[in-house]
């Protein structure tokens, strides 16, 4: 493992891929300017001018991301992603507890116009679905593992607040001062590697 830029280290490179583990409070890319445009894209691309996104984590999510380093595998990961083809597993810490064992969260999500970035449920938005199983569970809290069906914005954080569990330390729906970061972490990430088309998976270790 190599670590880059301020807390991000590198899981895995070869020709055509790279994995890195994201630091939460780190851009997947560049924001809007005037905002903060050192990201997670550009400090790879430092050290590696090949590096093409594939997709994104929020800025306070930490965990899993994989970046390509060729066109080709660029449109091979981004299919992928498309057609809900990959596994990816996220890890989070919640207020309250949760009697039930596991679930599952059908809550349509569109964007929240006036108070952008913010995300919400309505009956007019794009189909969203999470599954949920219980980890831990105390009397105050619940850890959770969390495997998303859909990809949309915010859609974890949306929904786990929409069940009346928001996740802790989360300054948009729920109690930022409940914990020092967002309490969400992408733990693994699973796919057909671009080259040869084998299925790989790869973790990060949850950091809280």
């Known amino acids: 493992?190599?670590?880059?830029?301020?807390?991000?280290?590198?899981?895995?490179?070869?020709?055509?891929?790279?994995?890195?583990?994201?630091?939460?409070?780190?851009?997947?890319?560049?924001?809007?300017?005037p905002g903060e445009q050192s990201c997670a894209e550009s400090m790879l691309r430092e050290v590696d001018p090949c590096t093409l996104l594939v997709h994104r984590l929020d800025r306070d999510t930490s965990g899993i991301m994989v970046f390509a380093r060729t066109r080709l595998a660029q449109r091979h990961l981004g299919w992928q992603f498309e057609r809900r083809q990959v596994e990816k597993s996220y890890v989070a810490r919640v207020a309250g507890r949760i009697e039930a064992d596991d679930g599952r969260i059908e809550l349509p999500l569109a964007c929240d116009w006036p108070n952008r970035p913010r995300q919400m449920?309505?009956?007019?938005?794009?189909?969203?679905?999470?599954?949920?199983?219980?980890?831990?569970?105390?009397?105050?809290?619940?850890?959770?593992?969390?495997?998303?069906?859909?990809?949309?914005?915010?859609?974890?954080?949306?929904?786990?607040?929409?069940?009346?569990?928001?996740?802790?330390?989360?300054?948009?729906?729920?109690d930022a001062g409940a914990a020092d970061r967002l309490q969400l972490h992408a733990e693994r990430l699973g796919f057909r590697h671009p080259e040869g088309g084998a299925w790989v998976a790869f973790r990060a270790a949850v950091p809280f």
């Open 1 to 33: 493992m190599q670590t880059t830029g301020p807390g991000m280290t590198v899981l895995h490179r070869d020709e055509h891929l790279i994995v890195v583990d994201k630091p939460s409070g780190l851009h997947s890319v560049p924001a809007k300017p």
């Open 121 to 174: 449920v309505t009956p007019g938005g794009k189909p969203a679905v999470t599954e949920w199983r219980v980890l831990v569970r105390g009397e105050a809290e619940t850890r959770v593992g969390l495997s998303p069906r859909t990809g949309r914005s915010h859609q974890l954080r949306v929904h786990l607040a929409a069940i009346g569990h928001p996740i802790l330390g989360d300054p948009l729906y729920g």
